[in-house]
C-alpha cells in the first residue's frame, strides 16, 4: 500500500507544479486547444466531422429499408429538432427513465420507422446525432433537470466524484482540479461535452459521449459500463447542467 | 475494376477570372488502415488504403499521387493552379482493391 500511495501522491505533485489553477467559469475543450485544432474546427469544409454530418443529412431524407418513412418525413429539415439537443438527456415521465439523443433515434427507428434499431457507435447513428447536433450549433446548453430527475442528477453528480479504478481516480480528479494542466503532451480539459459527438485525433474517427465516458473509464483502469447505461446517462445529465450555458459546437475536433 | 462509394468533400468555385490562382480542396472519409494493426481478437486487420488521387485540369494531369499507409483516416488534400481555361476539374480516385472514383466538376473561366 504504502509505496503505491507514494506514486500518487508522486504523481499529484508533477500535476501541482504545471497546474493552472480552478477555471473560473466553465469552458469548452475548444479552451484547451492548440491554434491549429481550433482552425480545424472552425473550417466550414476541412473539419473532418463534416463528412459525418453530410451523411446524416442524407440518411435524414432516405427511407429505412423495409418500407418505413424517412425521418424527414415526419420531422421535416433537421433543424426542427435543434431545440431539442440541448436540453438533452431529459427525463421521460412516461418511461420513467432518462433518455438521450441516440437513445431517441434508436427508439424512433423501432417505433416508427419499424427497423432494427442502428448500433451504438455505427457510422449511421454516429451521421445522425451528428446533424442533428450540428443544427443545434451554437444554442447554449441547458441546465432545466426536470423534478423527477433529481435523484439521477445527484447519482450523476456521485459518479462524477467517485474514485475509480486501479488509479483511483475519479472524473472531477483530472477534469475540475488539475483542468488546465499538462499530462504528458495533453492538456487536461474540463471534461466538457457540448462539442459531442466528436471528431477525436486519438480515434481517427467521430466518437460519442458514451464512447469519451467508457474511454476515460479505461484510462483509469476502470471496467466501462455499456453504451446507453444508466449511470451513464445520469453523467451526462450532469456534465450538461455542469456546462449549462456552453454553446453547442458539434463536430468539434479535439485530441 | 469495381467502384469506390466515398463520402467525399470537394471544395472548388465554378467560376473564376482567367489567370486567377484556384484552390482545390479534397477531404475524404476513409480508415486508412496501415495493415499493421491488431484487431480486438489479435488477427491482423487488412490492409485497406487510397491508393492513388489524381486531379486533372482540362485534360492535363495537375497532380498525381501515391498513398501510403503513414498517412492518416480521412486524408485532406490540397491543390492551388491557374486557372487559364474553361474546362473539367476530374478526380480520380483508386484503393488498394482496384476499386475507383471518379468526381468531376466544371470550372468555368471567365476572361
Known sequence: ?255 | MGTLSLPLRVALPSTVAAGEVVSLRLLLQHPMETGYRLGEDGARIPRQIIQSLRVYYADRCLADLTLQPAISANPYFAFSFIADRSGPVRIEIQDDQERQLTDVRELTVVP
Request: glycine content about 10%; aromatic content about 8%.
Open chain 1, 1 to 255: 500500500m504504502f509505496p503505491r500511495r507514494c506514486a500518487r501522491a508522486g504523481l499529484c505533485l508533477l500535476f501541482l507544479s504545471l497546474s493552472a489553477g480552478p477555471a473560473l467559469s466553465a469552458q469548452s475543450g475548444l479552451a484547451y486547444l492548440g491554434d491549429e485544432l481550433r482552425a480545424l474546427q472552425a473550417d466550414p469544409f476541412a473539419n473532418p466531422g463534416l463528412l459525418w454530418v453530410d451523411r446524416g443529412e442524407a440518411l435524414w431524407h432516405q427511407a429505412p429499408p423495409g418500407g418505413g418513412s424517412a425521418c424527414a418525413s415526419c420531422h421535416g429539415p433537421a433543424e426542427t429538432l435543434a431545440p431539442l439537443v440541448p436540453a438533452l438527456p431529459r427525463w421521460n415521465s412516461e418511461s420513467r427513465r432518462l433518455e438521450h439523443l441516440e437513445g431517441l433515434i434508436r427508439q424512433c427507428q423501432t417505433d416508427q420507422q419499424g427497423t432494427a434499431p442502428a448500433p451504438y457507435e455505427s457510422e449511421a447513428l454516429l451521421a445522425l446525432t451528428a446533424r442533428l447536433s450540428f443544427a443545434a450549433r451554437g444554442r447554449a446548453l441547458s441546465n432545466q433537470v426536470a423534478p423527477e430527475a433529481t435523484e439521477a442528477l445527484a447519482r450523476g453528480k456521485a459518479f462524477f466524484y467517485q474514485q475509480r479504478g486501479q488509479l483511483e481516480l475519479s472524473c472531477a480528479d483530472c477534469h475540475e482540479r488539475y483542468a488546465g494542466a499538462r499530462l504528458r503532451g495533453d492538456r487536461v480539459s474540463e471534461g466538457m461535452i457540448n462539442g459531442f459527438p466528436i471528431y477525436r485525433l486519438t480515434w481517427q474517427t467521430l466518437g460519442s459521449r458514451h464512447r469519451m465516458f467508457r474511454w476515460c473509464n479505461e484510462a483509469v483502469r476502470a471496467e466501462p459500463y455499456a453504451y446507453g447505461a444508466e449511470p451513464y446517462l445520469e453523467l451526462e445529465l450532469y456534465l450538461r447542467q455542469r456546462g449549462a450555458g456552453l454553446p453547442v459546437e458539434t463536430p468539434a475536433v479535439r485530441r
